[in-house]
């Protein structure tokens, strides 16, 4: 069983910048994939980022076309984290951001929301024009 815990969100002008971070706990693994997605009014929830492993300041990292360039994901296992900087921000980009867990996925890392079996409650981000 994991849990998943988003933080960070909040509200900032188009062109800023924030940092979201998603704490796990439970029976977590530094092979578990991770991955951010988002929800906005109205919308299906879309992916945002993944990254399947890190080792220090190491990771690789997927995107979605809409992000990529301005948003970035890193990964910190000995803290149980993983974080989302969001750069650039547009209004486009508001709405509710997820953190998610799939374990075992080793090398291997995930775009759809299928692929992940443990969720969190999301945190608000805002993104004034």
């Known amino acids: 069983q994991v849990q998943l815990d988003e933080s960070g969100g909040g509200l900032v002008q188009a062109g800023g910048s924030l940092r979201l971070s998603c704490a796990a706990s439970?029976?977590?693994?530094?092979?578990?994939?991770m991955g951010w997605f988002r929800q906005a009014p109205g919308k299906e929830r879309e992916f945002v980022a993944a990254?399947?492993?890190?080792?220090?300041?190491?990771?690789?990292?997927y995107y979605a076309e809409s992000v990529k360039g301005r948003f970035t994901i890193s990964r910190d296992n000995a803290k149980n984290t993983v974080d989302l900087q969001m750069n650039s921000l547009k209004p486009e980009d508001t709405a509710v951001y997820y953190c998610?867990?799939?374990?075992?996925?080793?090398?291997?890392?995930?775009?759809?929301?299928?692929?992940?079996?443990?969720w969190g409650q999301g945190t608000q981000v805002t993104v004034s024009s």
């Open positions: 998610a867990a799939a374990p075992n996925a080793g090398g291997s890392y995930y775009t759809t929301e299928a692929a992940y079996d443990y």
């Open positions: 439970g029976r977590t693994s530094r092979s578990d994939a």
């Open positions: 990254t399947s492993w890190s080792r220090g300041n190491i990771y690789y990292g």
